[in-house]
């Protein structure tokens, strides 16, 4: 059962970050809840509807947004918490963010049948795979 929750979610983010890159509206409202909100990697938090007029008008522009390895799920009752890493290229009102990485946790929960999106953090990494690591750093 868990496994099969895991998985929903799991299909139900990466339908999430589609979207994000085709600005669909339809599947941006089904799978963000109404109390959504965006930590990003500056620390701007964004509500679902400031997010999506973002999108909508172009002022966040997706390049490339997409997972790069394997999602870690934490599955509660009506809640389930991801963990992944992702590559991110984007426009923020006329400014190139180049490629990186960063980790990006969401937690979901389940209204009404459906698993929604509520909280979205987003942080950018400033070591690479291929960079070696500080001594006692950890990867989990």
Do not use: F
């Not at 997972?67 to 984007?90: M, N, P, S």
């Amino acid at each position: 059962m868990t496994d099969d929750v895991a998985g929903q979610v799991i299909k139900a983010e990466q339908d999430r970050i589609r979207c994000l890159l085709d600005v669909d509206r339809g599947t941006y409202d089904r799978l963000h809840a109404a109390e959504y909100r965006l930590c990003n990697p500056t620390g701007t938090v964004w509500t679902k509807a400031e997010y999506l007029d973002l999108l909508t008008t172009g002022r966040v522009a997706y390049r490339e947004l997409g997972l790069t390895g394997d999602v870690d799920a934490i599955v509660g009752t009506d809640v389930v918490v991801l963990r992944y890493r992702c590559v991110i290229e984007v426009t923020v009102d006329g400014a190139d963010i180049p490629r990186h990485e960063a980790w990006h946790t969401d937690v979901y929960t389940k209204a009404d049948g459906t698993w929604r999106c509520v909280w979205s953090q987003a942080t950018g990494l400033t070591v690479s795979h291929d960079q070696p690591r500080s001594p006692g750093r950890r990867d989990g």
